[in-house]
Nanobody
């Protein structure tokens, strides 16, 4: 099982930027579709972005054109660049791994409430 460790969260003002990182414990991650999802207190989990082994990416509607997901297989790391942050982006952000799935399949799975192996999360707080 892949161990995932997220970092990079923090507190920013609206309009600011943050870059989250997720390091996987094994190179097995390189063949997996990686994803970010988030959960705010009292809210359902929400799929944010996905990137598969072909580096095909997909995004949730609420973050399109503001967030960018990328991966560096040499470092076993996936990133989430978050720009133009809004107070409604405040949540704990989690990295997840899905073996043998495409970006489209993973984003759809998250929409259906199916979340794979994930890390401990990193908190993002955006103030207005």
């Amino acid at each position: 099982q892949v161990q995932l460790v997220e970092s990079g969260g923090g507190s920013v003002q609206a309009g600011g930027s943050l870059r989250l990182s997720c390091v996987a414990s094994t190179r097995a991650y390189n063949s997996a579709c990686m994803a970010w999802f988030r959960q705010a207190p009292g809210e359902e989990r929400e799929g944010v972005a996905t990137i598969d082994f072909r580096k095909t990416t997909m995004y949730g509607d609420s973050v399109k054109d503001r967030f960018t997901i990328s991966r560096d297989n040499n470092k076993n790391t996936v990133y989430l660049e978050m720009n133009s942050l809004k107070p409604e982006d405040t949540a704990t952000y989690y990295c997840a791994a899905y073996a043998g799935m495409t970006s489209y399949q993973v984003l759809r799975a998250m929409t259906l409430g199916q979340f794979g192996n994930w890390g401990q999360g990193t908190q993002v707080t955006v103030s207005s």
